[in-house]
């Protein structure tokens, strides 16, 4: 089934929506790998930093990404409108305008959900962004502000009527933040009050969740976020559930310690050892979530400082939970994956994948030793 955003036909209805921190060109590419058409979203992108930074790499889209958006916050609408210039030339297929990130940071400036309070600036940053590009533009926003002002329908409309071509809906309020429950029955007010297609996002955390809330909302797509988080692999089964109704085995554990030894590698290939270690510790302990006796090697993941940390401790889970079979088979792939890469680079040609692949840093951690 199809969903058309303005000029754009996605041929998904699930949607990996904005995560500062997570959806990067890395992430990103891990996603794609599972799931060939879903729609895709950068990380928010502060307008304003793009005045003074207009190179930033939160804007990199890789060849094989699309169909992607890019996501600006902010709330100087010429300064949006040429942030989204930025994101057209970038080559993005959509812009996402974000109107609901409940982080004070961003609220007290204005940005994200605090538009929610401020319909009429938020009415002009759509319709001046509108007419600065020609790709779709969508808007990300919540319920409302608080439980007394659950704007969410008359805020839709008027983003629709301002120009927007479709929305995403997070159903929680900004006080909410994340507690209590994704109200799916309100998203799904916003959804028949609008012509435009509308996402429904919140809670799915299990591939028969996005069913149940497409059914409660009859939102057009939906949108996954935290349930990504060391499990990529949901967004591939739950399009494979929308689309025929059966669900895919889950990955086995050593596939799951494998593609989390890829995801620490891709991540300071791109970013360098000290931020790439940093930020992999993180997604690390996701991906051994679920896997019983990980506890203490989750510790130990969290303190890594090199992808050779990451492989030592995950060929120990792989050999917990596969036996010298599963240590084999995960020191294999580590050590297939090394070769490909130093291949790649002894070839001249850094981007020979794409560019999540350009070796920055490439020195500390080829080869990685293996355990
Ligand atoms: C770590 C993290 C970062 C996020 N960053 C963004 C962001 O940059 N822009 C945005 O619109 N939403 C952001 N969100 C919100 C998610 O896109 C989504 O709306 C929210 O997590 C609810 O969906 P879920 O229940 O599927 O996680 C972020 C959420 C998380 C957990």
């Not at 050593?254 to 270690?277: D, F, N, P, Q, S």
């Amino acid at each position: 089934m199809t969903v058309r955003i303005g000029s754009l036909t996605v041929k998904s209805r699930v949607y990996v929506p904005p995560m500062a921190g997570v959806t990067d060109i890395v992430f990103r590419e891990i996603v794609r790998s599972v799931d060939s058409e879903c729609m895709l979203a950068t990380e928010m992108v502060s307008s304003r930093a793009l005045l003074n930074r207009p190179e930033t790499r939160l804007m990199d889209i890789a060849a094989d990404e699309h169909p992607i958006g890019i996501q600006i916050f902010g709330h100087e609408p010429d300064i949006m409108a040429s942030a989204a210039q930025m994101a057209q030339a970038k080559g993005a297929d959509f812009v996402d305008i974000n109107m609901g990130c409940p982080v004070p940071k961003i609220t007290k400036g204005k940005d994200g959900c605090a538009l929610m309070r401020e319909p009429e600036l938020a009415r002009e940053i759509v319709r001046t962004v509108r007419s600065a590009i020609d790709i779709p533009l969508t808007v990300k926003f919540r319920l409302g502000w608080d439980d007394q002002t659950r704007t969410a329908v008359a805020f839709g409309e008027m983003i629709e009527e301002a120009g927007a071509d479709a929305v995403t809906v997070h159903g929680r309020t900004r006080q909410q933040l994340y507690s209590g429950k994704a109200d799916w029955e309100f998203i799904g007010k916003v959804k028949r009050a609008l012509s435009i297609p509308v996402f429904g996002n919140g809670d799915v955390f299990e591939t028969q969740d996005a069913a149940r809330l497409l059914e409660v909302t009859g939102c057009d797509g939906v949108a996954v976020a935290r349930g990504t988080l060391g499990n990529p692999w949901l967004i591939g089964r739950i399009t494979k559930l929308l689309e025929t109704g059966k669900l895919d085995d889950l990955p086995d554990d050593v596939e799951r310690l494998i593609t989390a030894y890829m995801h620490c590698l891709g991540l300071i290939r791109y970013k360098g050892v000290r931020i790439g270690t940093n930020e992999s510790r993180r997604h690390l302990t996701h991906y051994t979530k679920g896997i019983v006796g990980a506890a203490p090697y989750r510790a130990r993941l969290t303190q890594i400082e090199s992808a050779a940390d990451g492989a030592q401790i995950l060929a120990e889970l792989a050999e917990l939970v596969g036996g010298a079979e599963g240590r084999r088979r995960f020191l294999l792939a580590v050590e297939q994956n090394n070769f490909e890469n130093c291949e790649e680079i002894s070839k001249g040609d850094s981007h020979a994948k794409n560019s999540v692949q350009a070796p920055v840093d490439f020195d500390p951690v080829a080869p990685v030793a293996i355990p």
